[in-house]
């Protein structure tokens, strides 16, 4: 094999692996942007819902607080993933999870509960 030609193999090479990695650097903006974006769609509605009389459109608010949360949670780590923020140690980790969980269970049983008893009217 020629020296040109294995240099010319070599730079392709080279080529070929940046390709990969402006792909992944520009997926994890995308992917930091989408989240935002669902962190945002989530805030709004539930300030929507909170403005409900009705049981049932509090507990939609919550729900839809506890997926912001758990939504901006992962923003969080896809942002410390990547290294955009430096701003994750091993003990922050364990909290935003804790939070994200929390958050999602407690909103999870207040909307069965809710719903649970609007079903209950409805029965008498």
């Known amino acids: ?20 990695e402006l792909f992944i650097h520009v997926m994890q903006y995308a992917t930091v942007a ?16 909170w403005r409900s009389r009705k049981p049932i459109g509090k507990a939609v608010a ?3 607080t506890g997926e912001a949360v758990g939504a901006l949670v992962t923003v969080i780590f896809a942002m410390t993933t990547y290294g955009l923020t ?6 922050w980790a364990i909290a935003l999870r804790w939070v994200m969980f929390s958050a999602a269970s407690l909103s999870s049983i ?4 809710r719903t649970w008893q609007l079903e209950g009217e409805r029965d008498s």
């Open 1 to 20: 094999m020629s020296e040109a030609n294995t240099l010319a193999r070599f730079g392709e090479y080279v080529l070929e692996h940046q390709r990969g």
């Open 34 to 49: 989408l989240g935002s974006i669902a962190v945002l769609l989530a805030a709004v509605l539930s300030l929507l819902f």
């Open 62 to 64: 919550l729900m839809l």
């Open 86 to 91: 430096n701003i994750m140690t091993e003990g």
């Open 110 to 113: 207040h909307l069965a509960y």
